[in-house]
């Protein structure tokens, strides 16, 4: 299976793109029914020209109405007890925003359970306003047998909840529900480091080769005393442990006890490995003597795992190293890292329905995992393509429900305008504004480099309709012209982008706007770009355009020369529907035209 990102609803995609058994690792982030409004934040590389560009992503409020009923009534229809649990809850809470919430979480975790390999397991993340009723929603789904944890994460050390007035301790952590899909799952044990107090307490010894170590006993009770463990592969074997040897072949004779180096045992006691292995202990020394001469076993910090992994997680947060996208639920990639790490092996396949900004997707290339991503937010696309390019520049993958083709662009534009808009703005490399009303004009922006010391700004608008005229290239002028005024950047420019050929008229009415020189030379002060063109290889035409990415990271630096030592940072981004490598208009180039922008997993597979 090939790593690959979906957009669109996961619902729909998990149904007809997602089959059978084929996912080894789930982890889903989702909304939390806490009403709030999230908003995607794009860090400005110079707040004294731009501000941050704030930018709705997703409202995480789930109301009751035709289509939440529409998803409960497919919900009852399904055998299980799924259907009971919701119509329980709908007893007890009636047809209200959670309700609504939970009825679209069951709807999705019946699909992602067919979805989960018998060996797999799934890790929901969620916080206390609707934990206790998805772990009701999974156990009837799973069973309450493979119920693994509940795992709570400190998320941070403190919240402003009670500064607020709101009477109420602050929410400082999230919960992680983990379930299994059968009796055999995946599971790599993972440890935790031990507490520098318990380290000095009990490893405080140290032999003459500088090992911290702790005393161990070699002794056993005379229950079961008898009978010798062999450390080294952790496994009784059949000798008696009371008999004594001079040589290797005298001790192989029961019927006679034994000392080691003239010591017995005290008394009642009896030797707790066999004298093979004492004199391997002895050899590699791991031995020591007290002053009356008895034997005590060493065990050395550095040969400790530490301590198993408990469910309740303190000890990760943002390090001063993250690159915080502005994503408003970006979660550690710490915290991926060790979800993946216990619960999947490499080569495997790990799926986020709700990827966001794409944690789980960097945690996965990086580990060797194969990674599937769905999101509903073009913008979510957008940031995860800048974040897996800037992070591993030779990644592959495939791209589903985004237009692949002039074609299923042209689609896009005519069933869903305002998906359009968001395509084509983050298919050339901006950002979206994430208003679809009252922009002013603006759907879209961007930077780029306009000195190697200097960045400028960039401003483009969107026509998925017919009707062109000239008026519209004069307005996107004198917005660029209003804005050069407001932010005073003198080399700001504007991007006429149009679904369909613009008139002569446009293309002259673009040139009267003049040039801008860069350090790099001249360029138009407004531009227009064709979807044709676009898929003809076209991109704006500046220096080097900095990706979400790079300008978080220039924001956040003190020196803006610095900035720019990676050429790698400088490099003119790739467009979103050629994320593929080139591997993307292959795959749907002969695919029916009722699939014009994602198809199937049978079409999928058929086109190799």
Known sequence: ????????????????????????????????????????????????????????????????????????????????????VLSSLRLILGTNDMLAYLTMMIARLLELHRALKPSGSLYLHCDPTASHYLKIVLDSIFGPGQFGSEICWKRSSAHNDTAQGLKNFGHVHDTLLYYRKSRKWVWNAQFTPYSEEYTGRDYKLIDETGRRFRRGDLTAAKDGGDVSYDWRVKKPVAARVRWTADTDDEWLNPKRGWEYKAVQPYSGRF????????????????????????????????????????????????????????????????????????????????????????????????????????????????????????????????????????????????????????????????????????????????????????????????????????????????????QRRLTKDDKAIGVLVCAHEPTKGMRDAAREFG????????????????????????????????????????????????????PRDLAQREMLLAIAGGKAQELTAELPEDVPVMPSFRERRAAG
Request: aromatic share 10%; net charge negative.
């Open 271 to 482: 030797w707790a490995y066999s004298l093979t292995n004492m004199k391997i202990m002895a050899h590699e020394g791991r031995i020591r003597h007290t002053y009356d001469g008895m034997p005590e076993y060493k065990r050395f910090l550095d040969e400790m795992p530490g301590v198993p992994l408990q469910d309740l997680w303190s000890d990760i947060s943002f390090q001063k190293g993250d690159k915080r996208l502005g994503y408003p639920t970006q979660k550690p990639i710490t915290l991926l890292q060790r979800i993946l790490e216990t619960s999947s092996n490499p080569g495997d396949v790990v799926l986020d329905p709700f990827c966001g900004c794409g944690t789980t997707l960097h945690a996965a290339e990086e580990l060797g995992r194969k990674w599937i991503g769905i999101d509903v937010a073009v913008q979510s696309m957008h940031v995860v393509q800048d974040r897996l390019k800037h992070h591993f520049p030779n990644v592959k993958y495939d791209v589903f429900g985004i237009p692949k083709s002039a074609d299923g662009a042209m689609w896009l534009a005519e069933n869903h305008p305002f998906k359009f808009e968001e395509w084509a703005v983050t298919a050339l490399g901006a950002m979206h504004s994430g208003k679809f009303r009252g922009d002013g004009g603006i759907d879209g922006t961007f930077y780029y480099l306009t000195a190697s010391d200097d960045r400028s700004r960039g401003i483009v608008s969107v026509k998925g309709g017919r009707s062109l005229n000239p008026g519209m290239v004069r307005d996107l002028g004198g917005t660029v012209q209003t």
């Open 1 to 84: 299976m090939k790593n690959a990102f979906y957009f669109g609803d996961n619902l729909h995609i998990l149904r007809e793109y997602i089959p059978d058994e084929s996912v080894d690792l789930i982890y889903l982030d989702p909304p939390f029914n806490s009403n709030a409004n999230y908003n995607l934040l794009f860090k400005s590389p110079d707040k004294s020209k731009w501000a941050d560009s704030q930018i709705a992503t997703f409202d995480d409020t789930w109301s009751w109405g035709d289509a939440a009923e529409e998803t409960f009534e497919d919900v009852l229809a399904m055998p299980g007890k799924a259907a009971d």
């Open 515 to 566: 040039k801008v020189d860069t350090l790099f030379g001249p360029i138009p002060a407004v531009q227009i770009i064709t979807i044709a063109e676009m898929f003809a290889g076209a991109v704006i035409n500046v220096p080097a355009m900095l990706d979400t990415v790079t300008a978080a990271a220039i924001g956040r630096k003190k020196s803006a020369r610095a900035a720019f030592k990676n």
